[in-house]
């Protein structure tokens, strides 16, 4: 088996891209087994004869995930096989995932949809790719090749991303300035860096500061700097620390609450009602989940009128700071 840094390597969004490509190949559905075995970002840590726990829990999270994108995710039974939870198939119908034959688009709509495409390799299939369809075919996997030449190009991570990525397989230690909001100055962080994990859309590094050695998280957004990678180097972890990250991260996001008035019928409702463990009062007003104040008090702002917010104090504070700031540039 593959050393388990080769995975680390794996972008979660090339993880989730890999398996609904995987899905969508194929119209009899993979098996969990197949799934784990043969796709990008899963089969670097599948042990053929081991503990595949922590890796089957990866992909229920996964399918959540998807799920969650709006993408039409099946669970179908094995034929001849009812009632065997082991031999579960998983597919992405493509009648239901592809657009409608009744849509149509303008020239002008069709030129920009053509220009986005510039960005995607499309008709050329990804050496991993060719690998999985290969493995998949000698499982007895009929697969339809097409949809699976779509690569894409684009980065949407943050320019510290990169840099960190490759800290963190080399075990080396780091340091870049680092702004905390309400401070007037970056400062100089040196942190070894034991992970990077996607919450809430927004890509966090998991460090351990070497001179007190207590572990920090920190908002690559808010990375003002170039990163330092040093020739410093630090002994890796005994066990992957994505899980520990997600679960600190996890638990600020559902003990941070907020309580809004929205606009009924307004956007804000719309978005604000839909986000993850939202809960509606019968007054109408919104409960909302959060992991960082100010990253919530810039998105309330965005709203305008059609948010009040009613706690916490210092949340309300930083939305109305927001609003007189705008106020004031625009005269």
Same mark, same amino acid.
């Given at each position: 088996?593959?050393?388990?840094?080769?995975?680390?390597r794996?972008?979660?969004?090339?993880?989730?891209f890999?398996?609904?490509?995987?899905?969508?190949?194929?119209?009899?559905?993979?098996?969990?087994?197949?799934?784990?075995?043969?796709?990008?970002?899963?089969?670097?840590?599948?042990?053929?004869s081991?503990?595949?726990?922590?890796?089957?829990?990866?992909?229920?999270?996964?399918?959540?995930?998807?799920?969650?994108?709006?993408?039409?995710?099946?669970?179908?039974?094995?034929?001849?096989?009812?009632?065997?939870?082991?031999?579960?198939?998983?597919?992405i119908?493509?009648?239901?995932y592809e657009?409608?034959?009744?849509?149509?688009?303008?020239?002008?709509?069709?030129?920009?949809?053509?220009?986005?495409?510039?960005?995607w390799?499309?008709?050329?299939?990804?050496?991993?790719?060719?690998?999985?369809?290969?493995?998949?075919?000698?499982l007895?996997?009929? =697969?339809?090749? %097409?949809?699976?030449?779509?690569?894409?190009?684009? !980065?949407?991570?943050?320019? +510290?991303? &990169? $840099?960190? /990525?490759?800290?963190?397989?080399?075990?080396?230690?780091?340091?870049?300035s680092?702004?905390?909001?309400?401070?007037?100055?970056?400062?100089?962080? =040196?942190?070894? %860096?034991?992970?990077?994990v996607?919450?809430?859309? !927004?890509?966090?590094?998991? +460090?351990? &500061? $070497?001179? /007190?050695?207590?572990?920090?998280?920190?908002?690559?957004r808010?990375?003002?700097?170039?990163?330092?990678?040093?020739?410093?180097?630090?002994?890796?972890?005994?066990?992957?620390?994505?899980?520990?990250?997600?679960?600190?991260?996890?638990?600020?996001?559902?003990?941070?609450?907020?309580?809004?008035?929205?606009?009924?019928?307004?956007?804000?409702?719309?978005?604000?009602?839909?986000?993850r463990?939202?809960?509606?009062?019968?007054?109408g007003?919104?409960?909302?989940?959060?992991?960082?104040?100010?990253?919530?008090?810039?998105?309330?702002?965005?709203?305008?009128?059609?948010v009040?917010?009613?706690?916490?104090?210092?949340?309300?504070?930083?939305?109305?700071d927001?609003?007189?700031?705008?106020?004031?540039?625009?005269?």
């Amino acid at each position: 088996m593959p050393p388990a840094s080769s995975a680390a390597r794996i972008p979660v969004e090339e993880r989730l891209f890999s398996l609904v490509l995987a899905l969508l190949a194929t119209d009899t559905g993979l098996t969990k087994n197949e799934i784990l075995s043969t796709v990008q970002g899963y089969r670097q840590k599948f042990a053929h004869s081991g503990d595949n726990s922590n890796l089957e829990r990866q992909f229920e999270r996964d399918k959540d995930d998807i799920r969650d994108l709006g993408v039409p995710l099946e669970t179908l039974e094995s034929p001849g096989q009812a009632g065997n939870n082991q031999n579960l198939r998983y597919r992405i119908p493509r009648g239901e995932y592809e657009l409608p034959a009744d849509i149509t688009f303008s020239p002008e709509e069709t030129t920009l949809l053509n220009l986005a495409a510039m960005v995607w390799r499309e008709g050329s299939l990804s050496g991993e790719s060719r690998r999985a369809i290969i493995k998949l075919r000698s499982l007895g996997v009929v =697969t339809t090749e %097409p949809v699976l030449g779509y690569a894409p190009r684009v !980065r949407v991570r943050d320019a +510290a991303f &990169e $840099p960190l /990525s490759s800290a963190l397989e080399k075990h080396v230690i780091v340091q870049f300035s680092y702004l905390k909001p309400g401070e007037g100055a970056p400062r100089l962080r =040196t942190v070894a %860096p034991l992970a990077l994990v996607q919450h809430q859309g !927004r890509w966090h590094l998991y +460090a351990q &500061e $070497p001179e /007190s050695g207590t572990t920090k998280t920190f908002l690559l957004r808010r990375i003002v700097s170039p990163v330092t990678i040093t020739a410093k180097a630090f002994p890796p972890p005994a066990a992957d620390q994505s899980e520990r990250a997600l679960a600190e991260l996890e638990e600020v996001w559902r003990s941070h609450t907020a309580t809004v008035q929205v606009e009924p019928g307004s956007d804000a409702a719309t978005r604000l009602g839909k986000r993850r463990g939202t809960v509606a009062a019968a007054s109408g007003d919104l409960e909302l989940h959060y992991s960082d104040a100010n990253i919530l008090a810039d998105e309330l702002a965005g709203f305008g009128p059609e948010v009040l917010v009613i706690s916490p104090p210092e949340l309300r504070d930083a939305v109305r700071d927001r609003l007189m700031r705008t106020a004031a540039d625009h005269g």
